[in-house]
């Protein structure tokens, strides 16, 4: 038997911009560490203490969409109210539930509005402080996380997420 | 989808054939030299070829010879969609809507600036807000940033911030019409309150810059322009704010994809059909973005002056600082083109490309109309920059688009390992150049070895007659966040 080594995350260097590779014993792991990685970007975090706690909560119909969401609402965070993280705390992880039976009588419109209600959702605790340009790095301003080459993926027996920044 | 399959048209253009991916309606059009052509990446002649794929594409899939790889659309992209059968798309314009470039001039010449360099940029560092995680001096209230959003640049005016005469001198005069504050987020209000008036990051920045060669002395005397004299350059967008629209509205859009049944190559290019309430939503809030942006530089030119004031002790009528122009270069807009021989209506995308627009179009102000719309082409902090002039041409070939910048050749990370040990400032300060960072990174991400030569870039627009060069500019200080 061999010992699993990973690294939470990796960048990933394309020109003009930049990503995360993040790795998890499960989804939720690999979720929380791309943030860390995500945040790792933006600034030291060697030197973000846990001083202050945000709750977000974040749905969507796709587990694509709801990593991006999760990552955009923590760009909102730090770019609204200067918040960065530091620790990341899931409460709770739905990425399969159960979508109910399409048709089943119902009318069209019915059916259209069951599918395009969210089905995924990420609720977690955030650690961390607001950045002081006196005391924190301002490495990269990241404009937003996108779908451009988003992987989720198993790979023998680790999750592996890649995601890329707009910058 | 090999290189093989593009043909040269000529010594300024490539083209993409019809047989280059399945479902592409129109080719694609590269502007590049053999130069250029080399430095080509794969994925953005893919991603030329998936926006021919989209529903109501005219003509051609056109990309400008400053074209990398970006997200859906490449950079350096533009695309005009017919308006019954075309869609309207968030990745042709980009996260940093009305991304753009503004140009003052002033009364100074090169050597009555030189000399206080140092301090001037270090005033110009103080006044004007930059970096990740900055503070702006402008804090908007609720209703202010609704007011701001439908006015744009007019409402900075209003404020206090320049003059009414500035207006005419942007593209859109500052403000597009039809911005609807109802349709923005709680999130993009929250990102744009503290943002107005701030410069960001990237390859963001600010300028002060001298003109060191005229290629039309008509020309750049039309534009007050004249060799040796200090201008300065404001490179910046609409910043969180525009950034938060653009992330709201890939979300609306990928709904809207299904439900039209739009056939995508690539997620990001989510899009909706034009006539539609998706679409139609979308561009009334990428308007009041493009607004906020426009604002956003009419503050930081406000502050500009200021600063050479203080230095230089003199009055605003001495200083001469007006503007010369303002250009976007992410925005969509409806606008008259000729296809067929046809006047129609298109949705044309820029994504990160500049308007070019001829002498005598009526989209023109009046000061300009004779020689065409100015074209502001930003290069590297440590080579140069340049003014050009839309064309006839440009109209007949390009929707009336031209380049807007250099264009990447490094990637960050490899940008900063190639700097590492090295002092990017004081290489700059040795060829005359002081510059402020906030980030330690930013000067070796941004360093001119990342970036393609502007100059090869601008050339291939000249010769390819889509604009004409007017004059080249020199920086000699950069503020950066």
Known sequence: MYEIHMRDFEVLDISGDIGIKAFGKDMEEAFVHAAQGMYSLMTDLERVQEKKKIDITVENNSLDGLLVSWLNELIFNFDAYGFIGRKIEVNEFTPTLTLPPRGGGKGEGEVDKIASQPTYKIKASIRGEEFDQERHEGKLLIKAATYHKLRIEKIHGIWEIHVIFDV | ?481
């Open chain 2, 1 to 481: 989808m090999t290189f093989e399959k593009l043909r040269r048209i000529d010594d300024t253009k490539i083209e993409v054939p019809l047989d280059y991916k399945t479902g592409m309606r129109v080719k694609g059009i590269i502007y590049v030299d053999t130069v250029l052509e080399k430095e080509l990446e794969p994925q953005s002649i893919d991603q030329v070829a998936n926006v021919a794929t989209l529903p109501g594409v005219m003509r051609a899939s056109l990309a400008m010879p400053d074209v990398h790889t970006g997200y859906g659309f490449s950079i350096g992209g533009v695309a005009a969609f017919h308006l019954k059968e075309g869609i309207v798309s968030p990745g042709g314009v980009g996260y940093d809507i009305n991304c753009g470039v503004r140009l003052v001039k002033s009364n100074f010449r090169k050597d009555e600036v030189i000399p206080k360099i140092k301090d001037l940029v270090t005033m110009l560092y103080s006044e004007i807000p930059t970096g990740v995680g900055s503070k702006g001096r402008i804090r908007l209230k609720s209703d202010d940033e609704k007011r701001l959003l439908i006015k744009g640049a007019r409402w900075a005016v209003e404020q206090g911030f320049g003059d009414a005469g500035d207006l005419e001198k942007m593209e859109s005069n500052g403000c597009m019409e039809g911005a609807d504050p109802s349709l923005i987020s709680d999130k993009a209000y929250e990102r744009g309150k503290a943002q107005q008036g701030t410069l960001g990051s990237g390859n963001h920045f600010l300028e002060v810059q001298y003109v060191d060669e005229i290629y039309d002395e008509h020309a750049a005397n039309s534009l007050g322009l004249f060799h040796d004299q200090i201008t300065v350059m404001i490179h910046t967008g609409s910043r969180g704010f525009g950034h938060q629209v653009c992330t709201d509205f890939i979300q609306v859009m990928a709904k809207a994809a299904s439900k039209y049944k739009i056939e995508l190559p690539d997620r990001e290019l989510v899009c909706a059909p034009f006539e539609s309430p998706e679409a139609q939503d979308y561009l009334a809030a990428m308007k009041a973005a493009a607004n906020y942006a426009w604002a956003n530089r009419q503050c930081i030119m406000h502050w500009a002056k200021e600063a050479f004031m203080k230095v230089f002790r003199v009055s605003p009528v001495k200083l001469g600082m007006t503007l010369v122009y303002d250009v976007a270069h992410n925005v969509a807009k409806v606008e008259e083109h000729q296809v067929n021989g046809k006047t129609m209506k298109l949705i044309v995308h820029r994504k990160g490309a500049t308007r070019a627009f001829p002498p005598g179009h009526p989209e023109l102000p009046e000061i300009y109309r004779y020689i065409g719309q100015p074209v502001l082409i930003p290069g590297d902090m440590g080579r140069a920059s340049f003014v050009l002039l839309g064309t006839e041409k440009a109209m007949q070939e390009t929707f009336g688009s031209t380049c807007h910048g250099a264009g990447r050749v490094m990637s960050r990370h490899q940008a900063i390992k190639r700097a590492k040990g090295r002092a990017i400032w004081r290489e700059m300060e040795d060829k005359g150049i002081i510059v402020r960072a906030t980030g330690r990174g930013t000067l070796a991400e941004e360093m001119s070895e990342a970036y393609k030569d502007i100059s090869n870039v601008v050339d291939v627009v000249h010769k390819a007659g889509i604009s004409r060069k007017v004059a080249r500019l020199r920086p000699i200080g950069v503020i950066k966040g």
